[in-house]
Nanobody, 127 residues
Framework: QVQLVESGGGSVQSGESLRLSCVAS????????MAWFRQAPGKEREGVAV???????SYADSVKGRFTISQDNAKNTLYLQMNSLKPEDTAMYYC?????????????????????WGQGTLVTVSS
């Protein structure tokens, strides 16, 4: 079983940056892809970014050009670098680990089998 713990959230002003981390433990060899999600109060959960075992990435349109997902396999750690933050980025951010991924036209689209989730880290962006 895989366990995930997020950290790095906080309160910042518009235009500032944050770097989120997600440390995986347990049977990490079973992880094929990892993803970041977020959920703002009263809104649906939204996929933010995905990365597979080869390092291929995919981003939601709302964060393209501003966020970067990466991983350090030696440290079993997933990162989300968030630049140029906006108030609409305010949400609880969760990392998740999946057992497979969906590809379309050779591009990574979605991380599947997300049976491991972190507890979340809160990001608040003020204007």
């Amino acid at each position: 079983q895989v366990q995930l713990v997020e950290s790095g959230g906080g309160s910042v002003q518009s235009g500032e940056s944050l770097r989120l981390s997600c440390v995986a433990s347990g049977y990490t060899v079973s992880i094929y892809c990892m993803a970041w999600f977020r959920q703002a109060p009263g809104k649906e959960r939204e996929g933010v970014a995905v990365i597979d075992s080869d390092g291929s990435t995919s981003y939601a349109d709302s964060v393209k050009g501003r966020f970067t997902i990466s991983q350090d396999n030696a440290k079993n750690t997933l990162y989300l670098q968030m630049n140029s933050l906006k108030p609409e980025d305010t949400a609880m951010y969760y990392c998740a680990a999946g057992r497979s991924a969906y590809y379309n036209d050779g591009y990574l689209r979605e991380c599947l089998g997300l049976d491991a989730w972190g507890q979340g880290t809160l990001v608040t962006v003020s204007s």
